[in-house]
């Protein structure tokens, strides 16, 4: 953005906190996340009120009007999505209520014997959000989708670690993910969050019940399969979550839910392999076409993850092709990765 497009944001940004009735607000910059968009903190001096500016910038391909449907949807059914206080879709700005800054990324390190009791209730809100209907208009996740979203560790991972281009093995990838997915996790009945993790979810203790755990970053909701949500708060890319802790709150939820144990156990290693795929390319595409080289950092723990989902019997033909094509990340290739950082290919 040049620096009169900025200027302009800045000007759009400061009438529509002019027109909310916020033009006293002290206005700070919280921590944004890996798309385009950003986050302002305004709090009025005079009465210490607090509330976040959404900036999803529209010429950036953001668009705020799922964020509304779903937050919409989450709060009719007595969860706790940050409540719109104003909106102007057109310019891609949401003033948005304030739930704090007490992320589960950030107490469960100063308050291990939390641990416990915020996985629990995270997975509980899972259990009440499956048992709704979906709010209308939700593409699917379906098997189609999920193997065209973990290819891209052939575009950008495999690429990036090893300089060679058109895998042979992609088909026969492509294929059977397919084929797994097909088998354990086809169903898309339920509206799955993506990003439900540790550093989405905010500990509300002044609320009860599942209404204590606060919920961001759901605009990209899907219909999906629900063991994919789980997969996504158990199997954290940016914290490790105890091994037993995620066979608790495995557990937890297929006996809540009235799963099949070893069917939701396929289910959820197929997704797993199928998410953490899909993370291992989206980070190298971060770090090569958006040079941001801190997810590089990141990769061996969703490696790792990989591993433990490629172990569950079922995922024995998948891990067999991996095998083959799949270089582990060892310091050398993350420091290949990395010198490549904004480095984006030009064909």
């Known amino acids: 953005m040049s620096a009169l497009e900025q200027k302009s944001r800045e000007d759009e940004i400061r009438d529509f906190i002019e027109r909310s009735g916020w033009a006293d607000a002290v206005v700070s910059h919280l921590a944004g996340d890996a798309s385009n968009r950003r986050y302002l903190r305004l709090i009025r001096p005079s009465t210490a009120q ?3 500016l959404m900036d999803a910038p ?5 668009d705020v009007r799922p964020f509304i449907h779903i937050a919409e949807h989450l709060i009719g059914i007595g969860l706790s ?3 719109v206080l104003a909106r102007d879709e057109d ?3 949401l003033l948005l209520e304030d739930l704090g800054d007490a992320l589960f990324a950030s107490i469960v390190p100063r308050n291990p014997d939390l641990e416990e009791r915020l996985y629990s209730t995270a997975t509980d809100v899972l259990i009440h959000l499956h048992g709704q209907t979906p709010p209308a208009g939700l593409a699917s996740y379906d098997p189609p ?4 979203l ?4 052939f575009d950008w991972y495999i690429p990036g670690a090893t300089d ?5 093995a992609r088909p026969d990838f492509e294929t059977c993910l397919h084929d797994l997915l097909a088998e354990h996790a086809a169903d898309c009945d339920v509206l799955i969050q993506r990003d439900y993790h540790a550093q989405n979810l905010l500990w509300l203790p002044d609320r009860k019940g599942i209404a204590r755990v606060g919920l961001l970053d759901f605009q990209d909701a899907m219909l999906g399969h629900r063991a994919y949500d789980l997969v996504s708060l158990l199997q954290d890319a940016r914290r490790d979550v105890p091994p037993a802790l995620e066979a608790r709150m495995r ?3 297929a006996l809540q839910t009235g799963q099949h144990p070893e069917a939701f156990a396929a289910a959820y290693a197929v997704l797993g392999a199928q998410r953490n795929l899909r993370i291992l390319g989206v980070f190298a595409r971060l770090c090569i076409r958006d040079g941001k080289a801190h997810y590089v950092d990141l990769i061996p723990r969703v490696w790792d993850l990989l591993q433990r989902d490629l172990a569950h019997p079922a995922l024995a033909p998948l891990r067999s092709i991996l095998a083959e094509t799949l270089p582990a990340p060892d310091a050398a290739l993350l420091e290949k990765l990395k010198s490549k950082c904004a480095t984006p290919p030009t064909q």
């Open 50 to 52: 607090r509330a976040v």
């Open 164 to 168: 060679t281009h058109g895998t042979a």
């Open 58 to 62: 529209p010429h950036k391909g953001e």
């Open 150 to 153: 973990s290819a891209l560790v």
């Open 91 to 93: 310019t891609g700005l």
């Open 145 to 148: 989708t999920a193997t065209a």
């Open 251 to 253: 557990d937890r939820y």
């Open 81 to 83: 999505a940050p409540r």
